[in-house]
């Protein structure tokens, strides 16, 4: 490869992306990053558009942007929109699964010991973070196993590879989400095109809105003891930016990764490295 073509690598102009949970933190940064390199992106959302301050971001270009209703446990509204898409950007080549969370009510305390966690909640949790990931994963990369070409990349997180406490739907969703990637890897590539990557990316601790208050105190703006265990075992010793995602991501997407598929990469700022010794 001839090096003064590696910046091209990262263009990513006409290319038609969609990103579920493309109003989030993160995912909305994915969004901001592929727009600004020029391609054309679809964010999945339930309110049938986006918020303010992600227009702001976005409208600057090059690339062009839409919101599209949808719902990622839905496989009827995935149809619909990606009918949707098609017509206005033309086939999805990129697939980001940004789409999950966690719900308090399938979280543990004190009050709210694992044995008593309602099942609705267990199963809503298990359901979007995974079923969540393998539907959109069914209707868009159909279209690239039809094409032979089409990335997709997955959202899985520090809890696939050692389970956080309190949060137990979320942790083993989040393993089968790395463990579904791997599958699908090889499956488009064995089954359909080689040329068709599937990776994933496991983020450490970002602050969220989600996740905010469990990590900072509201009130005095100082570490919680949950927070302070999540610094005093990352060496990086701070929580991840939105932005700190993107190079991975972009890397992940581009032809730069073209010999990379069925990988989940750590981007935690090496908490997953630490044994806390």
Sequence with gaps: MDLSEIGKLYDFTDKTALVTGGTGALGGEMVHALVHLGANVAVLTHRRDIPDRMHARLGAGP????AVHGDVLKRDLLEEARHTIEDSFGPVKILINAAGGNRPRATTSPDHPFFDLPDDALRFVFDLNLVGTILPCQVFGKGMAERGEGVILNISSMSAFCPLTKIPAYSAAKAGVSSFTQWLAVHMAQQYA??????????GFFLTTQNRFLLIDEE???LTRRGRSI????PMERFGNPEDLLGTVLWLLSPASQF????????DGGFSAYSGV
Excluded: F
């Design 194 to 203: 080689p040329s068709i990557r599937v990776n994933a990316i496991a983020p």
């Design 231 to 234: 610094i005093d075992h990352t």
């Design 220 to 222: 005095t703006e100082q």
């Design 63 to 66: 690339g062009e942007y839409m």
């Design 260 to 267: 990379v598929t069925g990988i989940v990469v750590p981007v």
